[in-house]
T-cell receptor, first 110, second 113 residues
Framework: EDQVTQSPEALRLQEGESSSLNCSYT??????LFWYRQDPGKGPEFLFT???AGEEKEKERLKATLTKKESFLHITAPKPEDSATYLC???????????FGTGTRLQVTL | ETGVTQTPRHLVMGMTNKKSLKCEQH?????MYWYKQSAKKPLELMFV???????ENNSVPSRFSPECPNSSHLFLHLHTLQPEDSALYLC????????????FGNGTRLTVT
């Protein structure tokens, strides 16, 4: 059974304190690894897709990386507006074959 | 409006009521999805439609009934729900089934009393 595990469950950082979120996956035939951001009371917002080990993508203070077993979302010098829940999902087929993790709730304080 | 719009944002219903959730996408996408999001659980895929044809039904109880009249609109009809059905129901769309980046609406927060 395909499985995606995210850690930590919650993370509290001070502004400017860089850190990483982990997404480990056990799936048969990864076709893509996705990161989403979800703010309270809103739906998930697409951030990145990674397709192969070694691939990296960046957006502002966020950088996503992928290995054969896990993906990391690195947050450099975070700001309070980066506070959200970050979800990762592994795709093993068409878009209906996404397996989501339970998310990491990030809080960035001043 | 742009993106994916869901109405209502909040819904409280009794176990014997019948209600419907509505989703509309303004992105010109061909695939639409219903997901259920419960606290501390991963998103659960409920239904998938591609070009108005249902392509997936993930063992969802019959008290949930989807309808996709065209590629821009998706409904979820609810009847005789249980308290454990209380959750955030998210609609999403993608260009097609092979384009995996989903665009989500902001969901309907459903409470069953």
């Amino acid at each position: 059974e395909d499985q995606v595990t995210q850690s930590p469950e919650a993370l509290r950082l001070q502004e400017g304190e860089s850190s990483s979120l982990n997404c480990s996956y056990t799936v048969s035939g990864l076709r893509g690894l996705f990161w989403y951001r979800q703010d309270p009371g809103k739906g998930p917002e697409f951030l990145f897709t990674l397709y192969s080990a070694g691939e990296e993508k960046e957006k502002e203070r966020l950088k996503a990386t992928l290995t054969k077993k896990e993906s990391f979302l690195h947050i450099t010098a975070p700001k309070p507006e980066d506070s959200a829940t970050y979800l990762c999902a592994a795709n093993t087929g068409t878009a209906s074959k996404l397996t989501f993790g339970t998310g990491t709730r990030l809080q960035v304080t001043l | 409006e742009t993106g994916v719009t869901q109405t209502p944002r909040h819904l409280v219903m009794g176990m014997t009521n019948k209600k419907s959730l509505k989703c509309e996408q303004h992105l010109g996408h061909n695939a639409m999805y219903w997901y259920k999001q419960s606290a501390k659980k991963p998103l659960e895929l409920m239904f998938v439609y591609s070009l108005e044809e249902r392509v997936e039904n993930n063992s969802v109880p019959s008290r949930f009934s989807p309808e996709c009249p065209n590629s821009s609109h998706l409904f979820l009809h609810l009847h005789t729900l249980q308290p454990e059905d209380s959750a955030l129901y998210l609609c999403a769309s993608s260009q097609d089934l092979d384009r995996e980046a989903l665009h989500f609406g902001n969901g309907t927060r459903l409470t069953v009393t």
